[in-house]
């Protein structure tokens, strides 16, 4: 149980276009989900948090007209890269915390994204 | 400001060896502490979630320690293998908050 699954594993596209990457849970309800970005060697960075049914909240630095969130219900959550430049490209990651305590924070497997 | 630090950076090791990787953490308030495995271009799959009040948690070959008091976090794999080979992460939930802080990760090589 406590899936994540995130699509697509792998985009390219051009500059100037903009890509939606998906977020679901499989097998449980998340109200929040959170987006993550991940330069090569280094460890996560948070992007912002998703909330169902209201406004992301993001990290400081991160553009909220680049990065669009939408929660639009308790098993999906997208983000769409607007206007991508090719240093958009990156490997991004969703994760969600299933209800109660058995399991922590679940990971989608990834998007590594590349504009061109 | 919670701050998560994993030594080392890099291990490499032979097969079939018992070793120890190091998580530390600045505030002891935390909710609990979760250690991740990454292989490469892919996400990150939990190995071992414990909570603030337990001292271990265990899974086949792996045992993860937690000394909230002392910031300290270990995780122990035993008789290691080729396929152990990843970057393993840590990661600390604040007490009060949702977000993860994770550790910068140690690139764990097991050569044949």
Known sequence: GAVVSQHPSRVICKSGTSVKIECRSLDFQATTMFWYRQFPKQSLMLMATSNEGSKATYEQGVEKDKFLINHASLTLSTLTVTSAHPEDSSFYICSAHPPGTTYGYTFGSGTRLTVV | ?112
Do not use: H, M
Request: hydrophobic share 30%; aromatic share 6%; with cysteine.
């Open chain 2, 1 to 112: 400001k919670q701050e998560v630090t994993q030594i080392p950076a890099a291990l490499s090791v032979p097969e079939g060896e018992n070793l120890v990787l190091n998580c530390s953490f600045t505030d002891s308030a935390i909710y609990n502490l979760q250690w991740f495995r990454q292989d490469p271009g892919k996400g990150l799959t939990s190995l071992l979630l414990i909570q603030s009040s337990q001292r271990e948690q265990t899974s086949g070959r792996l045992n993860a320690s937690l000394d909230k008091s002392s910031g300290r976090s270990t995780l122990y794999i035993a008789a290691s293998q080729p396929g152990d080979s990843a970057t393993y992460l840590c990661a600390v939930k604040p007490g009060g908050s949702e977000k993860l802080v994770f550790g910068k990760g140690t690139k764990l090589t097991v050569n044949p």
